[in-house]
């Protein structure tokens, strides 16, 4: 169908990952098609971070992610959606203690 | 730098759109309410959330031409870098047309979270079945068309961009933040670049009348057709993929380039333009659509000149992306051997 597409393989593809600075978490920002890891650690920076978005990057291989489903939002996360005790406003707690 | 503002229909559907076989009837007909309720409430729609097939093919081809517009608008800047002025307006420039090339990939990534690959993508580009941005059809004659470029061109395509930031597909309104953020220096260089040119001798002055001359037209119909002829544009709006109306960006956009071309000191080379108070806008005069479609459909004076580039550059580009994959693969040899 596609009798276009040349024999090359495209570059694989890598999820990155910035500290926009020291003291904060990376952060995903995009991805990017490199060959090796190296490599997507130059392009990444040329990519992402031409305006000293940031200090550190992390390039993970695409593949590598494993992620929930967004169909079983509902059933995957509702474990936590009736344990309301979990949240501290959940108990009474009278006025003349403060703040606590 | 930014496509027209409507997303023109590809020569031909786009092959290998990997499209997941739709659910039976009740269950499509629960995913498709639940999707409207998300753009409804003006939610975002995330890669991997069921979508319906048009939204996605919409998407597809509004997000890839928009790519495109990044890396074939590189071209007619990109003849300058040899002959800029100076070596400051080298360095600007070099900048700039660095800045089109990164836009261009994160607007690819965000269209491969589509089920596209980047191949598919430019195979349709290099074989001139996708569209790309006409206002790069056209050539860039002299030192002031890289000034006019910045100044409207940039200022259109920020018009166009900054609604976009709050489309409902996520990870397209995430690279139209990144892109904005980079987006105004473009115009400001632009601009300044002209002010200098301004302050030069009559020769200098009459080439930037004459490339706000050739611009300007073609700037006002980088909006797309009129909102009566734009019939894609109902269902994008519908969709959360369009939020402003062509008629009513290209109205903001003469708004506020009115007032710089003042400044400036250029005028604007339509005798209808004329501030209408009752309306509090500007008004304007007939855009030749005739001559838009027809650079749409590959009949400007460099569409072919520019395809023909793009596809040198990938070809002779070729040997490079093999020797880095062989490159990898050798790497990886010699780790596994060392690890042995």
Sequence with gaps: MNNATPALKEWPLWEVFVRSKQGLEHKHCGSLHASDARHALQMARDVYTRRQEGVSIWVVPSTAITASEPDSKDSFFDPAADKVYRHPTFYEIPDKVGHM | MYTQSFSVADSEAKPGLKSVAPPPGAEEAALQTHFDAVIDADGKIEPRDWMPEAYRKTLVRQISQHAHSEIVGMLPEGNWISRAPSLKRKAILIAKVQDEGGHGLYLYSAAETLGT????????????????????????????????????VDGAAIMNQIPLCRCSYGPYARAMIRVCKEESFHQRQGYEALLVMMQGTAEQKAMVQDAVNRYWWKCLAMFGPPDADSPNSVQGMRWGIKRISNDDLRQKFIDATVPQAEVLGVTLPDPDLKWNEARGHYDYGAIDWDEFWATVNGHGPMNKERLATRVKAHEQGAWVREAALAHAAKQQQRQQKEAA
């Design chain 2, 117 to 152: 690959s980047r191949d598919q993508m430019l195979d349709a580009l290099h074989a001139g079945r996708a569209k790309y941005s006409s206002i790069f059809n056209y050539p860039t004659l002299n030192w002031a068309d890289v000034g006019v470029i910045g100044w409207l």
